[in-house]
């Protein structure tokens, strides 16, 4: 299925959570002068102009990045993220919210020569985006084929370090499945990555599949975070988005314990609620 844009949904509560944590993995490996592998598995656009049908059918970013890119109470663990934000912004000579990046345009910034980058998208239209995004990014491959086996072909990587950041659609609901047994197989190929898996929160048994499947595998090392901004419910629609995140960096739990109260503050509402737990110990 290729119906999946993110352009609907950019920089929404969920794009929030997922590229201040992006961000904070990417600053911490970039703090090393050896070089690194970014695979980015469903890249989406690179970036993504919030005035455009898209963005302006659904309006997410308005209760999303919206509500944080003028901050100035902002902690520090997320001002990094909203740093790019603002850069990238600011370039256009406006103080306004036009553009927003994909996980592609965050990786961007932290990109050095001695780097490399791997995004693969299927999505025809959004492939040929990317594909312009990345024209003059050195390092850069991107590739029109399924997310899941290009990981698996390139692990373990040249240079022995790499980020993963695994972003399905989940049109169908195997892609639960499917995102974590991937995952599994890209450790037994290469244990010391840093694996970033985004989920959203739909149906709670499938968020419990999840969490079992991790839990009874080899996986050592992994963080959970996740953001409600409602309860759980029977009724179609996500309620909240989280994170699996795979040897992450040793301050990573600390800078989520500053970040996710205060998300919840700005993006939620009385019925919003946040958890952040070890899964699994080292």
């Given amino acids: 299925m290729l119906s ?3 352009a609907f949904h950019a920089g929404n509560f969920a794009d929030v959570l997922k590229h201040s944590v992006l961000t904070l993995v990417l600053e911490h490996v970039t703090k090393k002068e050896k070089g690194f592998t970014y695979i980015d598995t469903h890249s989406g656009a690179g970036m993504y102009q919030l005035a455009d ?6 309006g997410e970013y308005k209760n999303g990045i919206n509500k944080l890119f003028s901050n100035s109470d902002l902690p520090e663990a997320l001002v ?71 990981l698996l072909s390139l692990l373990p990587p040249p240079n022995r370090r790499a980020v993963v950041l695994m972003d399905p ?22 244990a010391t990555g840093t694996y970033i898996l985004w989920y959203p929160v739909v149906k709670r048994e499938l968020v419990n599949q999840m969490q079992n499947a991790f839990t009874t595998s ?17 009724e179609y629609g996500m309620t909240g988005t989280g994170l699996f995140i795979i ?15 205060y998300l919840q503050s ?10 952040l737990v070890q ?4």
């Fill in 247 to 261: 040897n992450p960096p040793w301050q990573l739990n600390t800078q989520l314990s500053e970040i996710m109260p």
């Fill in 169 to 190: 659609p989940y049109e169908l609901k195997e892609d639960y499945t499917k995102a974590v047994k991937t995952l599994i197989k890209a450790y037994r190929k290469f």
């Fill in 4 to 6: 999946y844009r993110h």
């Fill in 80 to 150: 990094p993220y909203i740093d790019i934000i603002n850069e990238l912004n600011k370039q256009l000579g406006t103080e306004q919210l036009s553009l927003y990046p994909g996980s592609p345009g965050i990786a961007k910034k932290f990109s050095r020569r001695q780097d490399s980058t791997h995004l693969f998208e299927l999505h025809p239209t959004d492939v040929q985006h990317l594909t312009d995004f990345c024209q003059r990014w050195n390092k850069s491959h991107i590739k029109q084929l399924d997310g899941y086996q290009g």
């Fill in 53 to 58: 049908e898209y963005a302006q059918k659904t």
């Fill in 266 to 275: 700005k993006l939620g509402n009385s019925s919003s609620s946040f958890n």
């Fill in 218 to 234: 080899e996986i050592k090392n992994l963080l959970q975070v996740e953001f409600c901004l409602t309860a759980d419910t029977n």
């Fill in 279 to 282: 899964l699994i110990e080292e």
